[in-house]
């Protein structure tokens, strides 16, 4: 059983790596330009929150509900025959959350660590190029790992 649940974290983390980059491209700077100044509103972080989850789930979660249709319908499975039934939505939420996580939230959260530290009011201009440069350092960090 413990064994099951780290294979199936490994498959879903190996296929977490392989994120969408464009959506990641062009949302990451919107989101981080909305928040990465010093007090931003709550609008601006509900309207930041949904660039991201928007951007993910055209991205990569259309992809991630699609396989989840196939693991329920019992079409395909992501992991060994012999492996249990759970194993396979384990493999399915690893792979959204850390998608979520590494392709989208970590390139904003760094962009607006920086942004909020910029005087002078060009916090929003830091945010987003901060966030632009680490999307396209970890698409080329990820791009080198291979699947």
């Given at each position: 059983?413990?064994?099951?649940?780290?294979?199936?974290l490994?498959t879903?983390?190996?296929?977490?790596?392989?994120?969408n980059?464009?959506?990641?491209?062009?949302s990451?700077?919107?989101?981080?330009?909305?928040?990465?100044?010093?007090?931003?509103?709550?609008?601006?972080?509900?309207?930041?929150?949904?660039?991201?989850?928007?951007?993910?789930?055209?991205?990569?979660?259309?992809?991630v509900?699609?396989?989840?249709?196939d693991?329920?319908?019992?079409?395909s499975g992501?992991?060994?025959?012999?492996?249990?039934?759970?194993?396979?939505?384990?493999?399915?939420?690893?792979?959204?959350?850390?998608?979520?996580?590494?392709?989208?939230?970590?390139?904003?959260?760094?962009?607006?660590?920086?942004?909020?530290?910029?005087?002078?009011?060009?916090?929003?201009?830091?945010?987003?190029?901060?966030?632009?440069?680490?999307t396209?350092?970890?698409s080329a960090?990820?791009g080198?790992?291979?699947?």
């Open positions: 059983m413990t064994g099951d649940i780290f294979k199936a490994g879903g983390l190996t296929l977490a790596i392989s994120y980059p464009l959506a990641a491209v062009f990451v700077p919107i989101a981080a330009a909305l928040v990465g100044v010093r007090k931003p509103s709550h609008q601006r972080w509900v309207w930041a929150c949904s660039v991201v989850g928007f951007a993910w789930l055209i991205g990569d979660g259309l992809r509900l699609a396989r989840t249709r693991v329920y319908d019992g079409l992501m992991l060994a025959a012999s492996s249990p039934g759970w194993a396979q939505y384990v493999v399915l939420g690893t792979w959204a959350v850390s998608g979520l996580l590494l392709g989208y939230v970590l390139p904003v959260w760094t962009g607006v660590f920086v942004g909020r530290r910029v005087t002078h009011g060009t916090g929003w201009v830091a945010a987003a190029s901060i966030a632009v440069g680490a396209l350092a970890l960090i990820v080198s790992l291979g699947r």
